[in-house]
């Protein structure tokens, strides 16, 4: 008669983790509720599979680089109206990713474009996709050293791994010539490939001020917002707001 331990370590040796470690209590829960046979076989197979994918999206979270978790439940539709809860919704069947669209939100800093982003972002890791979450400062500066390194195809081809990627705050500095060029270089890969949520504190026909040349702006706009969700998101800064309200 095999003992718990030796039938868990088998389960190990085939690498079913989470039935290994979870043996002895599913053998009582099989035992509490009479479980058939066929019943028990597939409690397995459930509990291994539940456990596997709690530890894809924990992975994928950490993979994502969000700076913080921002929930979607967390979103105050009452002090942003420019935008209703049902538009963001429509989104959570990430039909979007699977047609290859993008989601841009453009508005004033402060008003909640990057708490939406990360919202939707977390929403398609537990959907079972993988999301980058990038700075646009800190996007331009991984594709500049890795031009430098003469591995700008390699970075880009790491991006395009990704179901998502979100680019936050593009706008906001100025770009140099080489930074323009290798932007252009990512959103060409990614486009009709991959997904873009895009937030930026400026409409596109503003874009030539930050890129300078209207000549790399133009074909980057196209790109994007063709197959494009767009959010014009208005108000006040709620971070100020709140900041003004503590301080009184």
């Known amino acids: 008669m095999p003992s718990i331990d030796q039938v868990a370590r088998q389960y190990r040796g085939l690498c ?6 979870h ?41 994502a680089g969000f700076p913080l978790l921002k929930s979607l439940e967390e979103f105050d539709y009452r002090f942003q109206t420019t935008i209703s809860k049902r538009e963001v919704n429509s989104l959570l069947d990430f039909g979007f990713i699977d047609n290859r669209d993008n989601v841009v939100f453009i508005g004033p800093p402060g008003v909640g474009k990057t708490h939406l982003a990360i919202g939707i972002g977390l929403k398609a890791i537990d959907a079972g996709y993988k999301v980058s979450f990038n700075t646009a400062l ?11 390194k003469g591995e700008l195809k390699k970075k880009i081809n790491q991006l395009l791994k990704f179901d998502v ?46 890129f300078i040349d209207d000549n790399v702006a133009v074909p980057i706009v196209d790109r994007i917002i063709h197959h494009s969700h767009i959010f014009m998101l208005g108000g006040e800064s709620y971070r100020l707001k709140s900041k003004l309200n503590q301080a009184s």
Do not use: C
């Open 16 to 21: 079913l983790t989470a039935i290994a470690e």
């Open 23 to 63: 043996l002895p209590t599913l053998l009582s829960q099989a035992e509490t509720h009479e479980s058939s046979y066929l019943q028990f076989a597939e409690s397995l197979v459930e509990h291994e599979q539940r456990q596997r994918n709690a530890k894809r999206i924990e992975q994928n979270r950490k993979r």
């Open 138 to 148: 800190g996007l331009m500066e991984a594709l500049e050293l890795a031009e430098l």
């Open 165 to 210: 990627l979100i680019i936050d705050e593009l706008g906001y500095l100025p770009m140099n010539k080489q930074g323009m060029h290798n932007l252009f270089q990512l959103i060409n890969a990614l486009y009709e490939y991959r997904s873009v949520i895009l937030t930026t504190n400026k409409e596109f026909t503003n874009w030539g001020e930050f």
